[in-house]
């Protein structure tokens, strides 16, 4: 019972790599046909794969196995699932049924795709260099969950493939923004965050925002999370500090 007891994170985590994966079938199986719903199921298990993924900390903490095998096996994971799967998801929504008329735009979309895996992965990397390093209650660069999950948000809200140009230069330039900003220095606030009753007023907005606009909330959130953290950043670099800048440690990379 005690060894079953430490299966059980490395579980969690492979139920997450079962989701991505799955993302990764269904958006390859749909490239050439481009049924929306098969393209909103790939982004949904993308959230659910993410969601597995917050668990299996929860459950290695609450059995107190933790381990560095489970937070290497965590970090693979997460290179697939937010990395890989929505890069190919983005890749055959948005340029499968273009190439054939537009090739230049098919291969545009492959290297927009790799710039957001490959950013993805560096963003990763320099996680899991610089734990202990950096202020907790702040990412450096948007986490690759929340990035995989912004570009996810876009294929739920409209999973009709691109049929212009202009649709799939408008994905190009998701994976390029997307990308750009999870290897960025942006400080993006994390979960340990001082909690308040200003945050739980924020949590009930947002769930009657999710009530109200259902898959359109999602687009909605991300676009306000990025725009606002920006703002934030700026506000920081002009000396304001009505919420906390993050403190900035001497070894920091």
Sequence with gaps: MQRAKFALPSMVTLMSIACGFGSIVISVDNAFVGDPGDYRLAAVLLVLAGVFDALDGLVARATNTTSDFGMQLDSIADVMNFGCAPGLLLYCYGFQLLGADHPTLLRMGGIASFFFVACGALRLA???????????????????????????????????????????ALVVLLLFVVGSLMVSTVRFPSSKQKKSWGALVVLLINLGLLAWLQVSYFVLFFLVYIVGTLALNAAWKTGWTGVAP???YDDET
């Design 246 to 248: 993050p403190v900035v």
């Design 126 to 168: 320099r996680f899991n260099v610089n734990v202990g390093r950096t202020d907790p209650r702040y990412f450096v660069g948007m986490p690759i969950t929340a990035g995989a999950a912004c570009v996810a948000s876009v294929v739920v809200a409209w999973p009709n493939p691109s049929s212009t140009v202009l649709h799939g």
